[in-house]
């Protein structure tokens, strides 16, 4: 069955950075439309990063130029490399996966999530 784990978050001082790693199973990575997703207390989930079965990226405004969404199919790991972290980039970050691409941000259109991992910039 499906399987995302995520992992690589902590606290960071504002300006540094950050790789989440989410490992993937039970599913062909270059099949699946794979995202990024983050959640801060009180607000909705948002999507930060995404990338196609080709590999394509797309970012929300927020977070382009200085997040880097990738895939690394040797390991099964979807990442996102996170530079000149902000306080507001704090929240809980989750990794999702769906065959069909028919939102790349939208968190309604993605099956499998995992169960996220913290990420806090003070």
């Known amino acids: 069955h499906v399987q995302l784990v995520e992992s690589g978050g902590g606290s960071v001082q504002a300006g540094g950075s950050l790789r989440l790693s989410c490992a993937a199973s039970g599913f062909p990575l270059n099949r699946y439309f794979l995202a990024w997703f983050r959640q801060a207390p009180g607000k909705e989930r948002e999507g930060v990063a995404a990338?196609?079965?080709?590999?394509?990226?797309t970012y929300t405004y927020a977070v382009a130029g200085r997040f880097t969404i990738a895939k690394g199919q040797a390991k099964h790991t979807l990442y996102l490399q996170m530079y000149s972290l902000k306080p507001e980039d704090t929240a809980m970050y989750y990794c999702?996966?769906?065959?069909?691409?028919?939102?790349?941000?939208?968190?309604?259109?993605?099956?499998?999530w995992g169960q996220g991992t913290q990420v806090t910039v003070s």
């Open positions: 990338i196609d079965r080709a590999g394509a990226p």
């Open positions: 999702a996966a769906d065959p069909r691409g028919l939102g790349l941000l939208s968190p309604g259109y993605y099956k499998y």
